[in-house]
């Protein structure tokens, strides 16, 4: 198909990513293709359900580490609220935690930055036919990783365990006392196979399984 002739339909494409030049270059790599038309660009995850409710678009486009919420978390909220909305997900980060909280959180595809536009192009055709895309190297990586060995609470112990935080703030800030984040804090510690918290933190989040 020529890239001056745009069909009478053109796939819909919501680009959610916080680096304004990557933001930028995708838009102007993906509105050259004939048959695709970006619609919205958000920096923020929290931006993400809204702007989809109001552009409607056929395939949401997002990157996992955004401000406000990630895009595993507006995957699952877009999944509720605009359920004909395909999602693909596009990161540097091919962590295979990722992928797995990717395809549970409903998404049709999960992509490295690192491919030609072409590629992203095609997936983007592909799931919106109905396909699941997903990068095999990092399909494989998944398989042989196995599921996260952390359970929902201690992710959330963990995640609120960043920027120097206390048991104190800890228990406060999700409604628990201290001798049960403490218990948490050391089932993950455990799992992870790390000396303290901030091992298990990194750890959990080089595994993609924060």
Same mark, same amino acid.
């Given at each position: 198909?020529?890239?001056?002739?745009?069909?009478?339909?053109?796939?819909?494409?919501?680009?959610?990513?916080?680096?304004?030049?990557?933001?930028?270059?995708?838009?102007l790599?993906?509105?050259?293709?004939?048959?695709?038309?970006?619609?919205?660009?958000?920096?923020?995850?929290?931006?993400?359900?809204?702007?989809?409710?109001?552009?409607?678009?056929?395939?949401?486009?997002?990157?996992?580490?955004?401000?406000?919420?990630?895009?595993?978390?507006? *995957?699952?909220?877009?999944?509720?609220? &605009?359920?004909? #909305?395909? +999602? !693909?997900?596009?990161? %540097?980060? =091919?962590?295979?935690?990722?992928?797995?909280?990717?395809?549970?959180?409903?998404?049709?595809?999960?992509?490295?930055?690192?491919?030609?536009?072409?590629?992203?192009?095609?997936a983007?055709?592909?799931?919106?036919?109905?396909e699941?895309?997903?990068?095999?190297?990092?399909?494989?990586?998944?398989?042989? *990783?196995?599921?996260?060995?952390?359970? &929902?609470?201690? #992710?959330? +112990? !963990?995640?609120?365990? %960043?920027? =120097?935080?206390?048991?104190?703030?800890?228990?406060?800030?999700?409604?628990?006392?201290?001798?049960?984040?403490?218990?948490?804090?050391?089932?993950?510690?455990?799992?992870?196979?790390?000396?303290?918290?901030?091992?298990a933190?990194?750890?959990?989040?080089?595994?993609?399984?924060?």
């Amino acid at each position: 198909m020529p890239r001056d002739h745009r069909p009478a339909r053109s796939i819909r494409v919501l680009l959610a990513e916080d680096q304004q030049m990557m933001r930028g270059a995708l838009a102007l790599l993906l509105g050259m293709e004939p048959d695709i038309l970006v619609v919205a660009q958000v920096a923020a995850g929290d931006a993400i359900v809204d702007a989809a409710l109001t552009h409607r678009p056929d395939v949401a486009l997002l990157d996992i580490e955004l401000p406000g919420i990630s895009g595993l978390d507006a *995957a699952a909220e877009l999944r509720d609220q &605009a359920p004909d #909305c395909r +999602v !693909l997900i596009l990161t %540097t980060f =091919g962590r295979p935690g990722y992928l797995r909280r990717a395809m549970e959180a409903g998404a049709a595809g999960f992509l490295v930055k690192d491919g030609p536009v072409e590629e992203l192009a095609a997936a983007i055709r592909r799931v919106l036919t109905g396909e699941t895309v997903i990068d095999p190297a990092l399909a494989a990586a998944a398989l042989s *990783a196995g599921p996260s060995p952390l359970t &929902a609470r201690e #992710c959330d +112990v !963990l995640r609120a365990s %960043t920027d =120097g935080a206390t048991v104190a703030d800890i228990a406060d800030r999700l409604h628990l006392s201290e001798s049960t984040v403490r218990n948490y804090l050391s089932a993950a510690i455990g799992k992870t196979g790390t000396r303290n918290r901030m091992e298990a933190v990194r750890a959990a989040r080089q595994q993609g399984w924060l």
